[in-house]
């Protein structure tokens, strides 16, 4: 009878390899994630909208006391940030980051001067600088800003 041992011990690679290749599937959410609310166990006829959890990014609307990093440096002092429904889209929310907080960035002049304001010049308006980034990372209790380099009288060394 033939040894067959020494095929089974090639072939055994590849077919890992296949199996592995075709179970692959992408890991990255699109824009928008749909809840089915069936899952939750609710008294009566109460119902809960969760569509508003459905974008990337979304915190409820509230106060948070986060400790700010500006392009990965953290500001001295932790701040209480308000965040709030987008006026859009109720979907959408967005922080609410007073002049104190923005002086704190040290803008050039320029930039400064052409900020745009909301909720009676007490927040920034969302996209009011079109390249800042702004993420909530809760799990550290951060509030991440990214902002260009040419925006900022001062740059830190890498």
């Known amino acids: 009878m033939p040894d067959h041992s020494l095929f089974r011990l090639r072939i055994l690679p590849w077919c890992i390899a296949l199996a592995m290749s075709g179970s692959y599937s992408s890991v990255w959410a699109e824009d928008d994630i749909q809840f089915d609310s069936r899952f939750l166990e609710l008294k009566g006829d109460t119902k809960i909208d969760l ?52 002086a704190q960035f040290g803008l050039k002049e320029d930039v400064a001067k052409n900020l745009q304001w909301s909720h009676d010049g007490k927040c920034l308006k969302p996209r009011s600088t079109g390249s800042m980034e702004i993420k909530a990372d809760l799990s550290q209790s951060a509030l991440v800003i990214s902002l260009p380099q040419a925006y900022l009288e001062y740059t830190w060394p890498d």
């Open 51 to 102: 569509k508003r959890f459905s974008s990337q990014g979304y915190v409820e609307p509230g106060k948070y006391n986060l400790q700010v990093q500006l392009n990965k440096q953290p500001l001295a002092e932790e701040y209480d940030i308000y965040w709030y429904a987008g006026e859009d889209d109720v979907s959408k929310s967005y922080a609410c980051l007073t002049p104190e907080l923005v």
